[in-house]
């Protein structure tokens, strides 16, 4: 099938991302690593590395290992309060990447600087239209405007909301990307007709079979639907946590005992609030490293959005790709 009204609208977003669809994936700790970015690429997407808590080696290396598996562009998300993000910027430098996804926060001062002065376009979260304001005046590139239906770290309002909000007035001055909740074509159709240059999404390629997910992983995505993702909790106001939108189970109580062990390290005086924002960060990178490679969905950290329902086998990439721009196309006709 071949979809000349779909590839119309994401016109904008291919041209900036440099792919033939501009689905973007969602970069995923442990899950958006050389295997899963290269098959999305190839299959004329766009994959994103998931830096996370890489070392500058780590992503020195992803990037190398990535790069002999396609020769199409890829980008790769760095997470904004890494302690090292100006040499891991470095890096990105170095190996020509094209797009940089910053994540987690504002980025710091000189970041968006140091990126484009190595030759790549900026890409940022928005979960708010101030924020999305603020970051064209910074001038990136782009922003993805990501809803609470997504998994992982989420903001507090829903995808449809944001994308009514921020399309209708900032989709003329910059190319923006839509997320969260997003796992069939219709969705897709819909958004772009809205002013969206692109989509991305995350739950749905976790069931790839490029994926190097853990069988049990993918199966607990298989079996779990949109109830089952929930959001974490936060136990101290003091301590910035981000909520985590994960498959319930005997992780997501652990977490909770995790903030309250942190909160009184704050109390005592015996870490300080970057600290204990850090050692948040490790405990869901450890959990979601036990779920996703090891395969224990029961204590580990099984992230999911709400589209979860929507997955509901394992598939090649290239199939999960077509099969979206074939919905999207025959909705675009109707």
């Avoid at 979809?3 to 792919?19: A, I, K, N, V, Y």
């Avoid at 970069?27 to 690429?41: K, Q, T």
């Avoid at 992230?303 to 394992?314: C, D, I, L």
Wanted: charged residues 20%; hydrophobic residues 45%.
């Amino acid at each position: 099938m071949t979809h000349p009204l779909t590839s119309s609208l994401m016109q904008r977003g291919t041209e900036f991302l440099g792919c033939k669809t501009a689905i973007m994936c969602g970069a995923m700790s442990w899950v958006s690593e050389r295997n899963l970015v290269s098959a999305i690429s190839n299959a004329g997407g766009f994959g994103v590395i998931a830096c996370g808590a890489m070392t500058p080696e780590l992503l020195d290396i992803e990037i190398t290992e990535t790069k002999k598996l396609t020769d199409k562009p890829f980008g790769v998300n760095l997470i904004t309060m890494h302690p090292d993000l100006m040499q891991l910027i470095e890096i990105c430098g170095k190996h020509g990447i094209g797009h940089v996804v910053l994540a987690g926060g504002l980025p710091p001062k000189g970041s968006i600087e140091a990126i484009k002065a190595g030759g790549a376009k900026v890409i940022c979260f928005a979960p708010a239209m101030a924020l999305a304001k603020k970051f064209v005046r910074s001038g990136v590139d782009a922003i993805v405007i990501e809803g609470m239906e997504a998994g992982g770290h989420i903001g507090p309002v829903s995808t449809s909301v944001l994308a009514q909000e921020i399309l209708p007035e900032l989709s003329t001055d910059i190319p923006i990307f839509v997320a969260g909740g997003i796992a069939r074509g219709e969705a897709i159709a819909s958004y772009l007709e809205m002013g969206a240059a692109g989509v991305q999404l995350g739950t749905r390629f976790v069931c790839a079979h490029e994926s190097i997910a853990h069988p049990d992983f993918k199966k607990a995505f298989i079996r779990g639907n949109a109830r089952d993702a929930i959001t974490s909790v936060q136990v101290d106001p003091r301590l910035p946590v981000i909520p985590v939108r994960a498959l319930k189970n005997k992780g997501t109580e652990e977490f909770t005992a995790k903030q309250i062990e942190v909160a009184k390290l704050l109390d005592s005086g015996e870490i300080e609030m970057g600290e204990a924002q850090l050692q948040i960060e490790h405990f869901w990178a450890g959990a979601l490293r036990r779920a996703v490679i090891d395969g224990d969905v029961e204590n580990g950290s099984v992230m999911a959005g709400q589209s979860v329902g929507m997955v509901k086998t394992e598939e090649p990439v290239a199939d999960i790709i077509a099969s979206l721009m074939d919905q999207a196309e025959a909705a675009l006709e109707r």
